[in-house]
């Protein structure tokens, strides 16, 4: 086991002649947001794709707190919470019953399983709703649940892939604030794929993929001092060249 919740070692990928991804290398650790920030196309899907092993061919390595993905998966994804840019809630059992079928797919007993989902639907202020359908919520909320869903096997790594996409600024700024107070509170480490550059605080690490390249990657504060840009957004434009998401 090591310090390092994720390793990501001269990581390649192509789909067919297309190289997608190119020598990736970064490691995220345990207390620490960071965010993977790049337009659509840079790469970013293919690499959540890559360490929730849903692609499974290529070249490099991966590790999840130090166990190697190709050779010990299992016990690499047992450390893996994944919240997906698209809901995988289903959508005709209540909030309870998604949560309780998740747990038990982990080998959680019923009766821990609803302690934590307790303790996670309080802290996102959800526990009254229950035992409503998920058709029933918006898209803040559904988005509310499947945070916690990705949390009540107790990873170590928590993925985010473009969480908010969609929803209004309240929402989208109170999924911000409890993935923060997570990765402070809990010391969870957290990936955040995003091109939203306002869903980034100053203390959080940063990875500017374009292309399939890193660009730029470290504390925020010092890649502004590197680049010489005055912030995030200027960052952004400076390395992907002005691209749009």
Known sequence: MTASALTVDNLNFAYGQKKALDK??????????TLLLG???????????????????????????GYDLKTHSCQALAHLGVVFQQTTLDPDLSVMQNLRYHAALHGISRKQADLRIQNELERLAMFERRFEKVRQLNGGHKRRVEI????????????????TVGLDMPSRQAIVEHVHALVKEQQLAV???????????????????????????GKLSTVLQ????????EVFSQLTQGQNA
């Open 24 to 33: 990736l290398s970064f490691n995220v650790q345990a207390g620490e947001c």
């Open 39 to 65: 337009p659509n196309g840079a790469g970013k899907s293919t690499l959540f794709s890559l360490i929730t092993r849903l692609y499974d061919s290529h070249e490099g390595r991966i590790a999840l707190c």
């Open 148 to 163: 916690a869903r990705a949390l009540l096997h107790q990873p170590r790594l928590l993925l985010l892939d473009e969480p």
């Open 191 to 217: 990936l955040w794929a995003t091109h939203l550059i306002d869903e980034i605080n100053e203390d959080d690490s940063l990875i500017v993929l374009h292309k399939g390249i890193i660009r730029a990657q």
């Open 226 to 233: 590197t680049t010489g840009a005055a912030s995030a957004a």
